[in-house]
């Protein structure tokens, strides 16, 4: 009977040290959880900081480029010289200016008797009345001026003098000779001017050369809003490159911190990616706002072009990022264990295995190649993944086709590595074509799932 008593205390003791167990274990995870709950709410706090430093980001990064280095903003705003809206408005600036300053009575006074009839008869010949006939050879002249070459060495040699002023409107730096009184940045037409007199002598109206030195402004930059926008430049010039790279380390931080680091990942690069759009659609409405607050004698198409001509690069980078962001998110949404991922990662694996054996059949033989990077393989990749990385980081000013060119060259680079990789597999098993292929294929999908379950960890 003993033995029986003695069993069953025993069993009582198990199961007792078994309830104990559970409830330690139970007390341990609620910890556990609070854990995750703690690592979750920084790591989201961190990529919502970083997603909304990414417009700030750009913009300081633009206003630094644009505003500290003058051959960037020449190179900026030289194509406005050849842009016809551009042409137009100086053209309208400096026959108004030019006529402003023709008193016509006294300038055909000023005349040589024999050639009076000379110069109305020409003036006559373009019809209207003789101001309205001056006014229109006065803007055809100007018009020749500023579509021919001399017409963009003046623009990009004023520009250039102008940089200085560009950056103290917006920065609100007041120090050195140039002080800016207004909230507008002008360029000083007299050069054109010039050239226009001397093409409506050439033409026959010699009485042209008495008209005095004329200084006319041609707007570049005007707001009077403008003031109040400066600290916030200002600040966003000194950050210059930085920020940029503290939005991106905030984003970095919160999907290491994460939990579930592929969702982590494919969320902040998605944000990432919105962020930038939203920074691109702010853009489309303020140029509405701005064109809207000009005043009446400024044009609204070429105040609309330059404006467009100021931002296109700061648009580029907003390209780049979307695109950089809808990639990686795509790339990591690869890696998962979702349904559609796998089935994508088995086409892929299949494709290559077919192109091996094919190769096979070819007779096509890599030697020692295919065992070198089969063995170095995960190494490889890394080493193609940070080589992309580095190439679009050192590219000077990439554009969203940069991007999509590196991943496609990177996309090709996993595909060799893969298929050297699953050559070595073949010919390790077996000398025959369709059994060599069938034990490539084999191991190629149990090799498939590593790279994802790496991703997790």
């Given at each position: 009977?003993?033995?029986?008593?003695?069993?069953?205390?025993d069993e009582l003791t198990t199961l007792r040290a078994r309830v104990a167990a559970l409830e330690a274990s139970s007390a341990g995870a609620a910890p556990r959880r609070e854990h995750?709950?703690?690592?979750?709410?920084?790591?989201?706090?961190?990529?919502?900081?970083?997603?909304?430093?990414?417009?700030?980001?750009?913009?300081?990064?633009?206003?630094?480029?644009?505003?500290?280095?003058?051959?960037?903003?020449?190179?900026?705003?030289?194509?406005?010289?050849?842009?016809?809206?551009?042409?137009?408005?100086?053209?309208?600036?400096?026959?108004?200016?030019?006529?402003?300053?023709?008193?016509?009575?006294?300038?055909?006074?000023?005349?040589?008797?024999?050639?009076?009839?000379?110069?109305?008869?020409?003036?006559?010949?373009?019809?209207?009345?003789?101001?309205?006939?001056?006014?229109?050879?006065?803007?055809?002249?100007?018009?020749?001026?500023?579509?021919?070459?001399?017409?963009?060495?003046?623009?990009?040699?004023?520009?250039?003098?102008?940089?200085?002023?560009?950056?103290?409107?917006?920065?609100?730096?007041?120090?050195?000779?140039?002080?800016?009184?207004?909230?507008?940045?002008?360029?000083?037409?007299?050069?054109?001017?010039?050239?226009?007199?001397?093409?409506?002598?050439?033409?026959?109206?010699?009485?042209?050369?008495?008209?005095?030195?004329?200084?006319?402004?041609?707007?570049?930059?005007?707001?009077?809003?403008?003031?109040?926008?400066?600290?916030?430049?200002?600040?966003?010039?000194?950050?210059?490159?930085?920020?940029?790279?503290?939005?991106?380390?905030?984003?970095?931080?919160?999907?290491?911190?994460?939990?579930?680091?592929?969702?982590?990942?494919?969320?902040?690069?998605?944000?990432?990616?919105?962020?930038?759009?939203?920074?691109?659609?702010?853009?489309?409405?303020?140029?509405?706002?701005?064109?809207?607050?000009?005043?009446?004698?400024?044009?609204?198409?070429?105040?609309?072009?330059?404006?467009?001509?100021?931002?296109?690069?700061?648009?580029?980078?907003?390209?780049?990022?979307?695109?950089?962001?809808?990639?990686?998110?795509?790339?990591?949404?690869?890696?998962?264990?979702?349904?559609?991922?796998?089935?994508?990662?088995?086409?892929?694996?299949?494709?290559?295995?077919?192109?091996?054996?094919?190769?096979?059949?070819?007779?096509?033989?890599?030697?020692?190649?295919?065992?070198?990077?089969?063995?170095?393989?995960?190494?490889?990749?890394?080493?193609?993944?940070?080589?992309?990385?580095?190439?679009?980081?050192?590219?000077?000013?990439?554009?969203?086709?940069?991007?999509?060119?590196?991943?496609?060259?990177?996309?090709?680079?996993?595909?060799?590595?893969?298929?050297?990789?699953?050559?070595?597999?073949?010919?390790?098993?077996?000398?025959?074509?369709?059994?060599?292929?069938?034990?490539?294929?084999?191991?190629?999908?149990?090799?498939?799932?590593?790279?994802?379950?790496?991703?997790?960890?």
């Amino acid at each position: 009977m003993g033995a029986p008593g003695g069993g069953t205390d025993d069993e009582l003791t198990t199961l007792r040290a078994r309830v104990a167990a559970l409830e330690a274990s139970s007390a341990g995870a609620a910890p556990r959880r609070e854990h995750h709950r703690l690592r979750s709410f920084f790591s989201g706090l961190l990529v919502v900081i970083g997603c909304v430093l990414v417009p700030l980001g750009l913009v300081a990064a633009w206003t630094a480029d644009l505003l500290g280095d003058t051959d960037r903003y020449v190179q900026t705003v030289t194509p406005l010289a050849s842009d016809p809206d551009v042409q137009a408005a100086v053209a309208n600036r400096v026959t108004g200016a030019v006529m402003e300053h023709v008193d016509l009575p006294a300038l055909l006074e000023g005349v040589a008797p024999d050639q009076r009839p000379l110069v109305e008869k020409a003036l006559g010949k373009l019809g209207g009345s003789l101001e309205s006939a001056l006014s229109s050879f006065v803007h055809d002249r100007a018009q020749d001026v500023v579509a021919s070459p001399a017409f963009e060495t003046i623009w990009t040699d004023a520009n250039r003098a102008i940089h200085t002023s560009l950056d103290r409107a917006l920065t609100g730096d007041e120090d050195g000779a140039v002080k800016i009184e207004t909230d507008s940045v002008t360029i000083d037409l007299a050069p054109v001017i010039e050239r226009v007199k001397e093409r409506l002598v050439d033409g026959g109206l010699t009485v042209a050369s008495n008209i005095p030195e004329i200084h006319t402004d041609f707007t570049v930059l005007r707001s009077d809003d403008i003031g109040k926008a400066k600290t916030g430049f200002a600040l966003l010039q000194s950050l210059g490159l930085w920020l940029p790279v503290i939005a991106v380390l905030c984003v970095a931080g919160g999907v290491l911190l994460a939990v579930r680091r592929r969702r982590a990942l494919v969320a902040a690069a998605l944000g990432f990616a919105v962020a930038a759009l939203v920074l691109g659609i702010a853009l489309t409405v303020f140029r509405t706002v701005y064109l809207n607050a000009l005043p009446a004698s400024v044009s609204p198409a070429a105040a609309g072009t330059v404006y467009d001509t100021l931002i296109r690069f700061l648009r580029t980078s907003v390209r780049v990022c979307a695109v950089l962001g809808v990639l990686v998110a795509l790339a990591a949404w690869l890696s998962g264990p979702s349904r559609p991922a796998v089935l994508v990662r088995g086409l892929w694996r299949s494709g290559i295995a077919a192109t091996r054996s094919t190769a096979d059949r070819a007779g096509m033989r890599l030697g020692p190649v295919g065992g070198f990077v089969h063995r170095f393989r995960l190494w490889i990749v890394w080493i193609l993944v940070a080589g992309a990385a580095l190439a679009f980081v050192l590219w000077p000013h990439p554009t969203g086709w940069v991007v999509i060119g590196l991943a496609l060259a990177l996309l090709f680079a996993l595909a060799v590595t893969d298929f050297l990789a699953a050559t070595d597999v073949a010919a390790e098993g077996g000398d025959g074509e369709g059994g060599g292929g069938g034990d490539g294929v084999e191991a190629g999908e149990k090799r498939g799932p590593a790279p994802g379950r790496a991703g997790d960890a």
